[in-house]
């Protein structure tokens, strides 16, 4: 197998720090708009790094994304960028024949007069309406293939198969008690992908109703998060999970919610009551001359790389899936979980706790495509694959999760 991995940032350099230790593919190209960046991916990697190079790729541009696919002959593109360029990378791998893995799907827009009761233009839309396609070139788009969407996903299919008879609801649910030192707000992921999931409208899955909207930060509820994290408090907030689940799995009710804290929903609202939150650029004066500038960009620009808090950064985090349903004719709830130590993922990688938690899943996939365990044909998310062969790799990986009874 051989790789195309676009994006050279947190998760992106994790990627190539764990695909380093494993033998299954034959080489990876990692692109990313700033080369140094790349490089200096592939240079981390010392000895571990003669299966990779480096090149400088816009992801925006489909036609050069092509050719760096034939360029280095490769059989699958893997998007580390952020879902501002799902779509120009999704088309890319299409025209080029070539398989496609992501970690957050195609962007969502807001129904125009009922935001927060109607949903809009879904998170992955644009790529299933191209579902037919991939499967008519029999390639494969595995998409939301990180942790959340992701390993998630894989939980629900498993506890699908074979935790229960009867499902009720499907949750998803994200805790952490990380701290940064020497920050007041220091994200532990990317600041532009975190605006757009947590400021847009929600979606909730309901058997009968479909998918609908409620309001950001909607129906808190306190989950208890194992690792010792404990208690944390959890809100609505729009994700894949619900998006993908249910065209896959049976369950009355979908929902994710995420962990935030009321200082991180205050910068947040904050952030959107001053127009920060803008994709669409503003022209902005300086001692050059006018520029356009997207808000969102500024407030990434000024905030501190998440990449490089790890060894600032001290705590736990918690990505799992819980699951209220019946066995054998018995009420059954569980939580599906998987826990990273960010003093763990430092030290035995290089990388904070986050950015490897979600790396860690697409390379795990990619080894079940290699090797023929996992595979098929159009745009499919992690819930269409058998569930078991990627959670005894996740533990062979030194990544080990686990099951608690409610």
């Known amino acids: 197998m051989r790789v195309l991995l676009v994006g050279a940032g947190g998760v992106g350099t994790a990627i190539t720090r764990i695909a380093a230790r494993r ?40 036609v050069a994304v092509r050719a760096a696919l034939d360029e280095h002959r490769c059989d699958v593109l893997l998007n580390a ?65 990180g942790v959340e969407p992701g390993l998630s996903d894989v939980f629900a299919r498993y506890a699908s198969d074979e935790l229960f008879d009867e499902i009720e609801e499907i949750g998803i649910r994200d805790g952490a008690d990380l701290t940064v030192e020497g920050y007041d707000f220091a994200p532990s992921f990317s600041i532009w992908t975190t605006i757009e999931e947590c400021l847009n409208p929600p979606v909730v899955y309901e058997e009968g109703r479909g998918w609908f909207t409620t309001a950001p930060f909607s129906d808190p509820e306190v ?8 208690p944390v408090e959890c809100v609505n907030v ?4 619900v998006l993908l689940v249910p065209r896959w799995l049976k369950a009355r009710r979908v929902t994710f919610k995420y962990g935030l804290g009321d200082e ?66 018995q009420p059954r709830e569980v939580y599906l979980h998987h826990v990273v130590d960010n003093q763990w993922s430092m030290r035995e990688y290089g990388s904070q706790a986050v950015v ?51």
């Open 356 to 406: 490897w938690q979600t790396a860690v899943n697409p390379v795990a996939a990619l080894e079940l495509i290699a090797g023929g365990l996992w595979g098929g044909s159009g745009v499919l998310g992690p819930e269409a694959m058998p569930p078991r062969p990627f959670l005894d790799l996740l533990t062979e990986y030194g990544a080990p999760w686990g099951i608690r009874e409610q």
């Open 81 to 145: 960028t952020d879902p501002r360029f799902v779509m120009p990378l999704f088309e890319a791998a299409l025209a080029r024949g070539t398989h496609y893995l992501d970690m957050a799907m195609s962007l969502s827009r807001p129904h125009p007069s009922r935001p927060y009761e109607e949903c809009g233009v879904k998170l992955g839309d644009a790529q299933f309406d191209r579902a037919p396609e991939w499967e008519a070139a029999g390639r494969l788009a595995l998409v939301g293939m």
């Open 238 to 241: 729009e994700h894949e999970e």
């Open 23 to 62: 033998p299954f593919f034959e080489h990876m190209t990692v692109a990313d708009y700033d080369r140094g960046r790349a490089e200096r991916a592939v240079a981390a990697l010392g000895d571990r790094g003669e299966r990779f190079d480096a090149v400088r790729l816009d992801a925006s541009d489909p």
């Open 223 to 230: 989950f208890d998060f194992p690792g010792g994290i404990g």
């Open 264 to 329: 991180f929903i205050g910068v947040l609202r904050t952030l959107h009551k001053l127009g920060l939150d803008r994709t669409e650029p503003v022209p902005v004066k300086s001692g050059a001359g006018s520029a356009l500038v997207s808000p969102r960009d500024v407030v990434a620009a000024c905030l501190p790389d998440p990449a490089g808090l790890g060894e600032r950064m001290h705590g736990k985090t918690c990505a799992g899936t819980w699951v209220k349903g019946s066995k054998d004719g």
